[in-house]
């Protein structure tokens, strides 16, 4: 381990991620304030929080809260038009006195009949409020049932774009009924999903075929090249330029195999298993050993248990990506910490390197094909600027996420989160959870 400056780091800048100090490799690396602030939780009040309300409620609340209220609604008019009839029909009714051995005063007689007036208006309209909360929650009901009922298809063509994937784009959601807006909205599924798969079949197609038809031809001319500078006899104009043109072909041959890796990678996964990361990061740092003595930089590593379910060779190639990225593009003299295990109850794999100073808003740039951190897009010789796209391929294909900070001083940490991986119960084999 170097002594010099190995103990003093600099300063931490707002949005960086400090350098690990010796004996804290295990300490996975993260921003002490948030790269770009939350958003502040409005109060419980206000537009913005009925907006955010309604938002929350399913269509087939919503549906049921519209026939409910204009049922209500026009029951309500219906009390009022009653209690007016009524009203109307008893103000024109003509009371009489029999005749008998008293008379009574005429104002007696319309007090009384206004008294009667007002007592059965109060009783109509109290049965009345009485029957329309009572109907009205049958109604709800009801309504709640029919929106259910009117709702089911979009239910079948949810439940079939669930399922599908690039695997299964052949199915259909092949909609039975009457030829109305949700029957078109069926069909005009199906049309697009038949544009997928015939999309899909041609990529698998185009990248089965570049693979020998790309492949092919740079292999016989490196074999060609190597043929001519094994020849005793090649003047050593020829070894230049055949050194040159060996260097050329070499570097088409990764540029075509990071193409062709990077549209697999994008594709869905062909093979599931439970994978720990931590073994596949002992195996990648094995592997590049030599290389790694080689360049002269101190590497550290903790390497814990992260069980993960996706394709091994995509995973592999991640990690591996990661660590060559940090091999590459390091400092003489520099370190380069790897990690793996659970970062915030997810597993994860975590690869730091020192290296050239990095703006914050350079790093999205990074993950685009051809892209690396000096801007240089065509004039490097040891990559073809594809890792890091490759990288965010795979971790989209296993519904993880990457996240890729400055690093005080110089360098980039790279954080990949996985969903976490579980055993199904039927013995059908590994299952992955939602995650988050």
């Known amino acids: 381990m170097r002594e ?4 003093t780091h600099p300063p931490v800048s707002p949005g960086e991620v400090p350098p690990t100090p010796p004996g804290d490799t295990g300490t996975w690396r993260r921003l002490s304030t948030p790269a770009t602030a939350p958003a502040v939780a409005r109060g419980a009040g206000g537009p913005d929080h009925m907006h955010r309300f309604t938002d929350n409620i399913s269509l087939r609340m919503r549906l049921t809260l ?7 609604a026009a029951g309500s008019l219906l009390v009022l038009l009653n209690y ?9 009714l003509e009371f009489t006195v029999a005749p008998g051995a008293y008379t009574l005063d005429p104002a007696i007689v319309e007090e009384a009949k206004n008294s009667f007036i007002e007592s059965v208006l109060g009783q109509v309209t109290r049965f009345s409020m009485m029957a329309l909360v009572i109907v009205g929650f049958l109604a709800v009901a009801l309504g709640y049932v029919v929106a259910g009922r009117a709702l089911s298809p979009l239910h079948k063509i949810t439940r079939t774009a669930r399922r599908l994937s690039e695997r299964s784009l052949h199915e259909r959601i092949a909609l039975s009924g009457p030829d109305d807006e949700i029957r078109e909205l069926a069909d005009t599924f199906d049309d697009m999903l038949e544009r997928l798969d015939r999309a899909f079949d041609g990529q698998r197609r185009f990248v089965a075929n570049a693979s020998h038809e790309l492949r092919t031809p740079l292999a016989i001319n490196r074999t060609l090249l190597e043929v001519a500078l094994a020849d005793p006899e090649a003047s050593a104009d020829l070894r230049t330029v055949g050194r040159t043109l060996l260097e050329t072909n070499s570097r088409h041959e990764r540029l075509i195999d990071g193409l062709l890796f990077l ?4 594709r869905e996964l062909d093979v599931r298993t439970l994978v720990d990361l931590g073994e596949v990061s002992a195996t990648v740092l094995s592997q590049l050993s030599q290389e790694i003595e080689a360049s002269g930089l101190h590497v550290r590593s903790d390497v814990l248990s992260a069980p993960v379910v996706g394709d091994p060779v995509l995973l592999e190639r991640l990690v591996g990506n990661l660590v060559e990225n940090a091999l590459r593009y390091n400092v003489a003299g520099g370190e380069i910490t790897v990690r793996s295990g659970t970062y915030d109850e997810m597993p994860a794999v975590q690869v730091e390197n020192s290296g050239p100073v990095i703006p914050a808003y350079e790093i999205e740039g990074l993950f685009e094909p051809f892209r690396r951190g000096s801007g240089d897009r065509t004039g490097s010789k040891k990559s073809a600027g594809l890792g890091l796209s490759i990288v965010r391929s795979v971790v989209r294909a296993h519904g993880g996420s990457v996240l890729a900070w400055p690093r005080a001083g110089g360098g980039l940490v790279v954080t990949v989160q996985f969903p976490v991986a579980h055993r199904r119960s039927d013995g059908d084999g590994p299952a992955v959870s939602a995650g988050r």
């Open 4 to 7: 010099g400056g190995a103990h």
């Open 66 to 72: 519209i026939y409910g209220m204009l049922f209500f």
């Open 84 to 92: 007016v009839i009524v009203a109307s029909v008893l103000d024109n």
């Open 263 to 266: 549209a697999k990678s994008d």
